[in-house]
């Protein structure tokens, strides 16, 4: 028991690691192509990525969190569920594809816009394959190849990206970087999975198995198709009800959100199929993992989420004027951020422990909470609405899944509301200083400050233990 806890420390240490520098490198980049570009063409260009991204769920169908977790309950029988998902996604592919060029010429944007969709389709197509083989390798507990795979993914958008905007090369070439990404990523993950993990890739249909696949998979698959809709139809509407210059200053609280997630992201990659085998064989232990991820992500997001907005006017002096309108999106995005960490254990521990059902008729409430909201505020508020929107579905998902966990583990509420208000009150005193110093000194300078003090103050209210402490470091040794 001890070596399989060492083990989930190490990959969520890892791949901490590897997403802290790739997201280092992603919002670095954003932040160039944003200075670059404008609001217009940075929304041009992200709406791009969110059209097709919401069609990529309909070659995905949710199997990747089917792959893992039959890869850690059984390795030996996923042979056959990969070769029959490799021979559906073949043929999907080409159906989506058909589909995103159909209905973006349908709905009339401009030529430019249709090019960068159709490029854009290209990466959702690799990146679906890949997809397979990463949830194939994490079935073993195995974050070491993915971690790689990220941040070297993200390099080469950065550089391919940066050299052909400094060369004047037009939008068309900024989603090429993405397509030369995936392509890497493609064949770095099938040769790791063929060579270490011997992974076949022959596709090949079997009636039984598709079956039987169908019939695990389409829980999962309607959760994806849902939270896709939730997490990208919003910058679609923006861009409809508002124009791309919305979509634009939307992208600023969008990104920095999406930069923040590998902290939860890691967390969950490595418990998810830890999660699966203690509900199969130790639920003591799924209830104590639990009760830490539920912990750790309070601890960690509260200082991140008010001292943002706290300084949600410094941060937006990162981009060039034009971005002014994004600071109370930032604002009202940053306050979802304890709901968006913490619902991601919350997820992960209803797929785990088979009431995926449960999460997905959560996600399907969220997206027509979502979906109405924004339909109702974008016209009035335009950016503004949509990021009030983000908050109210964060905290209604996070309500809903709550309510399952107790039918699932036993665990203690009133230990994690105490983590909560030791954490609150402590980035409460950081708010103070933040507010005295963030007029007199360079913004890093402060963020580091203010998150030193954090911890301080948290330390003082035993919101942590030196055990904490060592075990993060532990886990980043060798045994």
């Given at each position: 028991?001890?070596?399989?806890?060492?083990?989930?420390a190490k990959?969520?240490?890892?791949f901490?690691?590897?997403?802290?520098?790739q997201?280092i490198?992603s919002?670095?980049?954003?932040?160039?192509l944003a200075?670059?570009?404008?609001?217009?063409?940075l929304?041009?260009?992200?709406?791009?990525?969110?059209?097709t991204?919401?069609?990529?769920?309909?070659?995905?169908?949710g199997?990747?969190?089917i792959?893992?977790?039959e890869?850690a309950?059984d390795?030996r029988?996923?042979?056959?569920?990969?070769?029959?998902i490799l021979?559906?996604k073949?043929?999907f592919?080409?159906?989506v594809l058909?589909a995103?060029?159909?209905?973006i010429?349908?709905l009339?944007?401009?030529?430019?816009?249709?090019?960068?969709?159709?490029l854009?389709?290209i990466c959702?197509i690799?990146?679906?394959?890949?997809?397979?083989?990463f949830?194939f390798?994490?079935?073993?507990h195995?974050?070491?190849?993915?971690?790689i795979?990220?941040v070297?993914?993200?390099?080469i958008?950065?550089i391919f990206?940066?050299?052909?905007?400094?060369?004047?090369?037009?939008?068309n070439?900024q989603?090429?970087a993405?397509?030369a990404?995936s392509?890497?990523n493609?064949?770095?993950?099938?040769f790791?999975?063929?060579k270490?993990?011997k992974?076949s890739?022959?596709?090949g249909?079997?009636?039984?198995?598709?079956?039987?696949l169908a019939g695990?998979t389409?829980?999962f698959?309607?959760?994806a198709i849902l939270q896709?809709?939730?997490?990208?139809f919003?910058?679609?509407?923006?861009?409809k009800?508002?124009?791309?210059?919305?979509?634009?200053?939307?992208?600023?609280p969008?990104?920095i959100i999406?930069?923040?997630?590998?902290?939860p992201m890691a967390?969950?990659?490595?418990?998810?199929?830890a999660?699966s085998?203690?509900?199969?064989?130790n639920?003591?232990?799924?209830s104590i993992?639990?009760?830490?991820a539920?912990n750790y992500l309070?601890?960690?997001?509260?200082?991140i989420?008010?001292g943002?907005?706290?300084?949600?006017?410094k941060?937006?002096l990162?981009?060039?004027?034009?971005?002014e309108?994004?600071?109370?999106?930032?604002?009202?995005t940053?306050a979802a951020?304890?709901?968006?960490?913490?619902?991601?254990?919350?997820?992960?521990l209803?797929n785990a422990?088979?009431k995926?059902?449960?999460?997905t008729?959560?996600?399907?409430f969220?997206?027509v909470?979502?979906i109405?909201?924004?339909?109702?505020?974008i016209?009035?508020?335009q950016?503004?609405?949509?990021s009030?929107?983000?908050?109210?579905?964060?905290?209604?998902m996070?309500?809903?899944?709550?309510y399952w966990v107790?039918?699932i583990?036993?665990y203690?509420?009133k230990?994690i509301i105490?983590?909560f208000f030791?954490?609150?009150?402590?980035?409460?005193?950081?708010?103070?200083?933040?507010?005295a110093?963030k007029?007199?000194m360079?913004i890093?300078i402060?963020?580091?400050?203010?998150?030193?003090?954090?911890f301080?103050?948290?330390?003082?209210?035993?919101?942590?233990?030196?055990e904490?402490?060592?075990?993060?470091?532990q886990?980043?040794?060798?045994k």
């Amino acid at each position: 028991m001890a070596e399989k806890i060492t083990n989930i420390a190490k990959n969520t240490s890892y791949f901490t690691f590897a997403l802290v520098l790739q997201k280092i490198i992603s919002f670095t980049y954003f932040t160039l192509l944003a200075r670059f570009l404008g609001p217009d063409d940075l929304g041009k260009y992200y709406f791009a990525i969110s059209f097709t991204t919401i069609f990529s769920i309909f070659i995905d169908f949710g199997v990747a969190n089917i792959i893992t977790r039959e890869t850690a309950k059984d390795s030996r029988r996923i042979a056959e569920y990969i070769k029959n998902i490799l021979a559906v996604k073949i043929i999907f592919s080409f159906l989506v594809l058909l589909a995103v060029i159909v209905t973006i010429n349908l709905l009339g944007y401009s030529d430019l816009v249709k090019r960068l969709v159709y490029l854009s389709s290209i990466c959702m197509i690799l990146d679906s394959f890949t997809l397979v083989f990463f949830s194939f390798i994490r079935g073993f507990h195995n974050l070491k190849y993915e971690s790689i795979g990220s941040v070297i993914f993200q390099a080469i958008v950065m550089i391919f990206g940066l050299t052909v905007l400094y060369r004047g090369f037009n939008l068309n070439w900024q989603i090429g970087a993405l397509v030369a990404a995936s392509s890497f990523n493609l064949l770095y993950s099938g040769f790791t999975a063929k060579k270490y993990f011997k992974i076949s890739f022959t596709p090949g249909f079997d009636y039984d198995i598709l079956k039987q696949l169908a019939g695990i998979t389409w829980p999962f698959a309607i959760f994806a198709i849902l939270q896709r809709l939730y997490t990208y139809f919003d910058q679609v509407l923006l861009s409809k009800m508002a124009g791309d210059a919305a979509v634009g200053l939307y992208q600023v609280p969008f990104k920095i959100i999406f930069a923040l997630q590998f902290l939860p992201m890691a967390f969950t990659a490595s418990l998810y199929p830890a999660m699966s085998k203690y509900w199969a064989g130790n639920r003591e232990q799924l209830s104590i993992t639990f009760e830490r991820a539920m912990n750790y992500l309070i601890i960690i997001s509260l200082p991140i989420s008010i001292g943002s907005i706290v300084l949600a006017d410094k941060i937006i002096l990162l981009f060039k004027s034009g971005f002014e309108g994004a600071v109370l999106p930032l604002q009202f995005t940053m306050a979802a951020v304890l709901f968006i960490f913490i619902g991601f254990p919350i997820g992960s521990l209803l797929n785990a422990c088979d009431k995926q059902s449960a999460n997905t008729i959560n996600m399907f409430f969220t997206l027509v909470i979502s979906i109405v909201l924004n339909i109702i505020l974008i016209p009035k508020f335009q950016v503004v609405g949509a990021s009030i929107t983000v908050l109210v579905s964060n905290i209604f998902m996070v309500g809903a899944g709550l309510y399952w966990v107790p039918k699932i583990t036993k665990y203690s509420p009133k230990k994690i509301i105490i983590i909560f208000f030791r954490s609150l009150s402590s980035a409460a005193l950081m708010a103070i200083i933040i507010l005295a110093l963030k007029n007199f000194m360079n913004i890093f300078i402060l963020v580091a400050i203010s998150g030193f003090a954090y911890f301080i103050f948290l330390f003082i209210l035993k919101g942590f233990r030196r055990e904490d402490m060592a075990s993060v470091y532990q886990s980043f040794s060798k045994k």
